[in-house]
């Protein structure tokens, strides 16, 4: 069970998440956006959103550097496994101290307010609850790191990340002996990652790359050079002056007299 978890788990989760996006973007490319509700109550969005993308992407970040850079870089660097345990703490506690506090904001007000929750999906409210039980495991993870500060565990977490990065002969076998917190949290994640390209969480792959070089024309409309009588006129309040009004447009639709010679009459 523990070589089908966290290894092969691994894979099929990964392979879901690109497949299932890159099919989602094709078949179903109007589904794919974050679905916002800022414009139903702005300010407790907007706070709740900064908070909580701002710790995400410092976790994610984090993850991304600290798990996947070789042991042997920071071993060159003269940096040991116990300061950078330390570090990872510090820095990860900040970071998801911020994504728990404006993650709970997001979530009370699509629970709470009864426009928000009549416009959010099952998919919204449940993915969004599974990030929040993510973050209250990465967050305890940290008291029981604190219990060990030598970073031996911490090696073990790198060199499972990079048997599955770099396709190792048994990556599963490097969480034998850790602790059951980092195992639930690792497989809370690789489920995220299972879920999400059929959650909002698309959206995280989207970037506005196009803006940097798109032409920045505006459509405007100015009546600057406008010639008269051209447009709709309003409508005359009586109806001599209506059958004036038609008179008029009748005689700049009828063409002008042609003499035999096929110039126009003076």
Not at 14 to 20: A, D, F, K, N, W
Not at 91 to 120: C, K, Q, T
Not at 148 to 172: N, S, T
Not at 230 to 259: F, S, W, Y
Request: glycine share 10%.
């Amino acid at each position: 069970m523990n070589h089908f978890l966290f290894g092969v788990f691994p894979y099929i989760a990964i392979t879901v998440m690109i497949l299932g996006a890159i099919v989602r973007y094709e078949t179903e490319p109007f589904t794919w956006k974050s679905s916002s509700s800022q414009l139903l109550r702005r300010k407790q969005f907007v706070l709740g959103s900064v908070l909580f993308h701002l710790g995400v992407l410092m976790i994610l970040g984090g993850h991304f550097v600290g798990l996947l850079t070789p042991v042997a870089f920071w071993d060159a660097l003269g940096i040991s496994h116990g300061a950078k345990q330390v570090f990872a703490m510090a820095m990860g506690g900040f970071a998801g101290v911020l994504a728990m506090v404006g993650g709970l904001i997001l979530l009370h007000r699509r629970l709470m307010d009864p426009r928000v929750r009549a416009n959010s999906t099952l998919a919204d409210t449940g993915i969004l609850v599974l990030l929040m039980l993510q973050l209250t495991l990465g967050l305890c993870t940290i008291f029981v790191s604190a219990q060990h500060l030598d970073g031996h565990e911490m090696v073990k977490l790198m060199q499972w990340a990079q048997g599955i990065a770099y396709f190792g002969a048994d990556p599963a076998a490097h969480l034998e002996g850790v602790a059951l917190i980092f195992k639930l949290h690792i497989l809370l994640g690789l489920t995220i990652f299972l879920l999400f390209p059929f959650t909002r969480l698309v959206h995280m792959l989207s970037a506005p790359v196009r803006y940097l070089w798109r032409p920045g024309y505006q459509i405007v409309r100015s009546k600057r050079g406008a010639r008269a009588g051209v447009g709709l006129n309003p409508i005359a309040a009586t109806v001599a002056g209506r059958e004036a009004t038609a008179h008029k447009a009748v005689g700049r639709d009828r063409p002008a007299p042609q003499d035999p010679l096929g110039q126009a009459a003076e």
